[in-house]
């Protein structure tokens, strides 16, 4: 089956100012070269990564880091500015993903995975399950009107494949070195490649990317899985 996202609206919903490029970098750049509209929410400011010689007001050094590798993915960023460690789903929150969906109209979601192993990830795709929801709800206000319906919801794969069973696969053969551009633009992380509390995030997505490719029978691939609940599921 060739997917083609023309005419979609993506949106990646990540916790981490790296974890969109990590885990579905290729998906949006594949779906850009479709021709749809990507965009990357970041819920946290990336101010509790840092090296083992830490570097001064770090959340600013990872904005500008963020805004780099959107640019080459060709993305329209959104920053919700929380401090590392303390995503949780509250209603403050929930109305703040309800108003970026808004504005950005998506007709997918990105979302990292109930069963990821970081909790700011789990409360992410709590926040993105309930917001993607509560988005078409003219009940749910915000500064934006309501979208006409719930966008759909695919759940990104985790980090090293751990628990994360796939329901299908994004060829991202195309786009893999770009990918790793992406990620290149987060030179805060990457300096942590040595420290003893941390790993080489380039080798990870370079093994995740062509274990889901052997997977899937294609050099490189991204993993997800549809999240079906009444009125979620959609056709391709």
């Given at each position: 089956m060739n997917l083609s996202f023309a005419g979609e609206r993506v949106l990646a919903v990540v916790a981490h100012p790296d974890d969109a490029e990590i885990l579905c970098a290729g998906t949006l750049l594949r779906a850009a070269a479709d021709g749809a509209t990507v965009g990357v929410f970041v819920l946290c400011q990336g101010d509790k990564g840092q090296p083992s010689r830490a570097i001064a007001n770090l959340a600013k050094t990872r904005a500008t880091e963020m805004r780099a590798s959107a640019k080459l993915l060709g993305a329209e960023l959104f920053l919700g500015g929380a401090p590392d460690g303390t995503l949780a789903d509250t209603r403050e929150l929930r109305l703040k993903v309800v108003e970026v969906l808004r504005q950005f109209k998506p007709t997918f979601v990105l979302a990292h995975s109930p069963e990821d192993y970081h909790p700011d990830h789990r409360a992410v795709s709590a926040l993105a399950e309930a917001a993607s929801w509560f988005s078409?709800?003219?009940?749910?206000?915000?500064?934006?009107p309501a979208l006409p319906q719930a966008p759909a919801i695919w759940w990104m794969d985790t980090l090293n494949m751990i628990g994360f069973n796939?329901?299908?696969?994004?060829?991202?053969?195309?786009f893999a070195e770009r990918k790793h551009a992406a990620l290149?633009?987060?030179?805060?992380?990457?300096s942590r490649a040595n420290d003893q509390d941390f790993f080489s995030l380039q080798e990870l997505i370079r093994q995740q990317m062509r274990t889901r490719g052997m997977q899937a029978g294609v050099v490189a691939a991204e993993a997800f899985r549809a999240h079906f609940a009444f009125k979620r599921g959609t056709a391709f």
């Amino acid at each position: 089956m060739n997917l083609s996202f023309a005419g979609e609206r993506v949106l990646a919903v990540v916790a981490h100012p790296d974890d969109a490029e990590i885990l579905c970098a290729g998906t949006l750049l594949r779906a850009a070269a479709d021709g749809a509209t990507v965009g990357v929410f970041v819920l946290c400011q990336g101010d509790k990564g840092q090296p083992s010689r830490a570097i001064a007001n770090l959340a600013k050094t990872r904005a500008t880091e963020m805004r780099a590798s959107a640019k080459l993915l060709g993305a329209e960023l959104f920053l919700g500015g929380a401090p590392d460690g303390t995503l949780a789903d509250t209603r403050e929150l929930r109305l703040k993903v309800v108003e970026v969906l808004r504005q950005f109209k998506p007709t997918f979601v990105l979302a990292h995975s109930p069963e990821d192993y970081h909790p700011d990830h789990r409360a992410v795709s709590a926040l993105a399950e309930a917001a993607s929801w509560f988005s078409a709800s003219r009940g749910h206000k915000t500064r934006s009107p309501a979208l006409p319906q719930a966008p759909a919801i695919w759940w990104m794969d985790t980090l090293n494949m751990i628990g994360f069973n796939p329901g299908f696969y994004i060829d991202i053969s195309r786009f893999a070195e770009r990918k790793h551009a992406a990620l290149a633009c987060h030179k805060s992380q990457l300096s942590r490649a040595n420290d003893q509390d941390f790993f080489s995030l380039q080798e990870l997505i370079r093994q995740q990317m062509r274990t889901r490719g052997m997977q899937a029978g294609v050099v490189a691939a991204e993993a997800f899985r549809a999240h079906f609940a009444f009125k979620r599921g959609t056709a391709f």
